[in-house]
């Protein structure tokens, strides 16, 4: 039996913190895309992601992505300092469970 998970709740959880105070992993699959340089497509799962994100504590912000209304967020994987940027309505399956709209 397929489960399930709404992209308001895989936010939810990619969010949440654990007792140590830093951000709970989670596996993640997602379509990479770029409306912008017309490619994509490309489907990449990390085994153990994190949130990247929340409140800045640079007063001088240079460039603000806007990821609320832009609706992306920032993930890296466990093991990197790479940051990615994705599209929650792209990601295809968070934690074993595939994505309702």
């Given amino acids: 039996m397929v489960e399930f998970i709404s992209v308001r709740d895989m936010l939810n959880t990619m ?3 654990g007792q140590d105070r830093d951000f709970i992993p989670f596996s993640i699959t ?9 490619t994509g497509g490309k489907r990449i799962t990390y085994d153990s992601a994190v949130f990247v994100g929340g409140p800045s504590k640079r007063e ?3 460039r ?3 990821h609320y209304d832009n609706m992306t ?3 890296r994987h466990k093991n990197s300092d790479r940051i990615t940027t994705i599209h929650p309505h792209l990601v295809i399956k968070f ?7």
């Fill in 30 to 38: 997602f379509v990479t895309a770029d409306l912008k340089k017309g």
């Fill in 73 to 75: 967020r920032n993930i």
């Fill in 60 to 62: 001088d912000k240079v």
């Fill in 15 to 17: 969010m949440m913190r």
């Fill in 64 to 66: 603000n992505p806007n």
């Fill in 95 to 101: 934690n074993g469970l595939k994505i309702t709209q």
